[in-house]
């Protein structure tokens, strides 16, 4: 079955879908996204996603292009067309076609995208052996909690992780300590047993998946805590892990070259991973 794509009101084969040279996501990166995960044939998260997105909308101040009871709909509708399993949902959106020119344009007319791609689940490999990180300088700018499509930064940090043969690259501030992953959230379970993860502020994205873990975290009775922790302090973690809408919880048993805790997934990573797939098909999922 060939894939369907949803740009601006219509859906178009995949292979024709485009927009206009100057379309300002193009041109500057003027635009934002998000990814829902599709699992079991349901949308996962779909408001905590569409919250995010109106927020990143309204930081930017990029009009809604599509209402979201209409968006909603387009979703799953592409969904229906693309249909498969386990995916994602691609939704981007961007200030619009202008005359090139830095500042907002008067009169374009914001633009909106959804394509759906299937994707396997996260290996039971990676689940049962973990993941390699490996540390870089957080190079980003002062706004990383808007999910925009600039992503070159994080573009460059995967693709060294890539390199060295590492699933992801934990990006690391000023002070020596870890903001986020290239694309996930970073957490690590102290020697003293604590769970932590940085705070939410100007310098991660706020997870989807950090806040629906956060919330199985509380309802496991788990101690967490949430502040920034060194890079320093990571290697010596008992538990390293991460999470985002496409890798859910994935244990972490490598930084650079330290091996954390036996080199092995700790039990509240995979605790929490099977917290999580529970959660997925359950209480954050809709039809
Ligand atoms: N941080 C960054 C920089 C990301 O790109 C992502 C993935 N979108 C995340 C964190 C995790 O967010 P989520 O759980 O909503 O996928």
Redesign the pocket.
């Known amino acids: 079955m060939s894939r369907i794509a949803y740009v601006n009101g219509r859906y178009v084969p995949h292979r024709q879908a485009s927009v206009h040279v100057e379309d300002r996501g193009y041109q500057f990166a003027d635009g934002v996204y998000?990814?829902v995960?599709v699992v079991d044939d349901l949308l996962v998260?779909e408001e905590p996603?569409l919250d995010?997105l109106d927020r990143s909308l309204r930081e930017l101040r990029i009009a809604w292009p599509i209402r979201r009871a209409a968006l909603k709909i387009a979703m799953r509708e592409v969904l229906r067309r693309n249909y498969f399993q386990h995916g994602i949902i691609y939704i981007q959106m961007t200030r619009g076609v202008a005359r090139r020119d830095h500042p907002f344009p008067k009169l374009a007319q914001p633009a909106v995208v959804i394509t759906a791609a299937r994707r396997p689940r996260p290996g039971a490999a990676m689940m049962e052996d973990g993941v390699k990180v490996i540390s870089v300088p957080d190079i980003r700018w002062g706004r990383?909690d808007i999910?925009t499509v600039s992503?070159l930064p994080?573009v460059l940090a995967k693709q060294q992780a890539r390199e060295a043969g590492a699933y992801e690259a934990w990006l690391v501030d000023e002070d020596g300590n870890v903001t986020?992953?290239?694309?996930?959230?970073a957490w690590i379970v102290t020697r003293e047993g604590e769970l932590v993860t940085r705070p939410s502020g100007h310098e991660?994205?706020?997870?989807?998946?950090?806040?629906?873990v956060l919330q199985l975290v509380r309802e496991e009775g788990l101690d967490f805590v949430e502040r920034p922790f060194s890079l320093e302090e990571a290697k010596r973690a008992r538990e390293a892990f991460v999470?985002?809408?496409?890798s859910y919880v994935t244990p972490v048993v490598e930084i650079d070259e330290a091996v954390v805790g036996n080199g092995k997934p700790g039990s509240i990573a995979q605790k929490l991973y099977a917290a999580y797939r529970g959660y997925m098909t359950g209480a954050g999922a809709t039809r």
Not at 180 to 185: R, V
Not at 204 to 212: C, D, E, F, M, V
Not at 243 to 246: K, P, V
């Open positions: 998000e990814v995960p998260d996603h995010r990383c999910k992503l994080n986020e992953g290239g694309s996930s959230n991660i994205l706020s997870g989807i998946t950090r806040r629906s999470t985002s809408a496409t």
